[in-house]
Structure formats: C-alpha cells, structure tokens
C-alpha cells in the first residue's frame, strides 16, 4: 500500500502502531495504479484487524483525561476491567467525576449510545467505526424507527468530545442535550431521518458531514454558542439544511 488521501480515509487513521503503518502520499498508488476512495477503504477494513489489536496505540487520550477504556467486539469476557466488548458498557462504567477516554476499535457496533459528562470517546476512524441501529431494526425505514443512535448528555462540571465515528439508519442519528459543551469531530450522520440536535449549552462541529438524512440536517435549538467549522451539508430533506429555533444564536461558520 503505497497510501491515501485523508479524505479517503474520511479522516481516519487505520493504525500506528507496530503492527501497521499507512503512508501518506499526494497520489496513492498500489502497484501503478490509481487508489479509488472505495478501494482505500475496501483496504481499510482489510487490514483493521491488524490495527485493532494495537487499541491502545492507537488511542490518544487529550490531555487531562485522567483513565482509559478500551472497546473491541472481539474482547468477550476479558479479566481486564479496563476492555470491553460494547461501547455502552465501557461508558456505563465512566464515573462522570473524572475526564475518561473510550477508545473503540474497528467495527460495526448495533448500539444506541448515552454519553454523560467528563467523557471522550474516539473511534479508531470514520471509515472504521460505524454505529447502526441494534440487529431488530434492521431492514426498516429510518424515519419509521423511533431510535436515537448517539444521546450526548454534557453537564456545565463536564464536556463531551467525539470523534471518529460513523453513524446512520435511525429516526435520529445524534442528539445533544444539556448545558455544557458538546463537541463533534470528524464525524458522518447519514441515511437517517435527522442529522444531529442540539439543545442547550454549546456546540462545536469540526469536519463533520451530514449527508442524505430524509427529514433534516442540523436542528439547533436554545444554544449559548454553536461553531460550525468544515461541515457538510448534502441533500438533507427538502433543502433543509440547518434550523434554528427556541432563540439559538447564528451559528459561527468557518472552513
């Protein structure tokens, strides 16, 4: 693998670790010919087992978080308190008094998230991570299920930062709802009935893309402050790309 764009890559990183390196160039080959976004992803999820067994030098907490846990599907019963088989349950297991990191490894996990405050939770890659509605729903129309994928819940003592995920086919791909700050980065909302909503407090969206949700993009309502830097609005709804309702500030654009 000669290497890739990042935005092939949606933003990801597949691992740097001993394990696998992934070289960057201005224009990916493999063996002389050209390197398609699909074909770099098709890559991607090839070699992410590989990555997946170095989580941990994969992850990297900001500074200040003070514990890390770690998500596989492959994890099972493991002794370590630390690892775990389902995102929920390593978030379950977040106190909210301290800042903690998930770190979640490639795969397709069928989970509807709650996020409370004090919490970081970053997917190994946007190409790699991809939350779905759980194995019932499967096959029915988004707007017909009543789902919340991602419920992020900050609190004025504790933020929530997102990274790295992929998210799509439910009633609602992410909420955030609360006082303190909610921010988003490197994330896609797609093929659900609404994008993301957002409620109270603050929000922060960084190279985030919100493409064909049935309904709406991005819904902002009562927020103290929204910052909107690189973010990607395709055929949402009717053309309905962001509301703004209940006295929400205009939103500060940049990228």
Known sequence: LAGADEDDLGHGRIGRGPLLLLTVRASPTLHGAPLTPRLV???ALLLAPLGAGCAQDLCEPPAGSQETLFVRP????????????????????????????VCVGPGVYREELVVGPNVVLLGAGRDLVQLRPPQANRGVEPATVDRTLLRILPSEAGPVLVRNLDLSGAALCAEALGPGLTTLEDIRL????????????????????????SVQGLLLQNLDRAELLDVELVENGS?????????????????
């Open 239 to 255: 053309g309905r790309g962001i509301d703004l309702g209940g006295g929400a500030p205009s939103p500060t654009l940049g990228g």
């Open 41 to 43: 992803r098709a890559i």
């Open 74 to 101: 492959d994890a099972g019963e493991a002794s370590d308190a630390r690892r775990f088989a389902r995102i929920q349950d390593a978030l379950d297991a977040t106190t909210g008094e301290i800042l903690t990191t």
């Open 190 to 213: 797609n093929g659900c009935a609404l994008g993301l909503r957002a409620s109270g407090g603050a929000l922060e969206l960084r190279r985030v893309a919100l493409k064909n949700n």
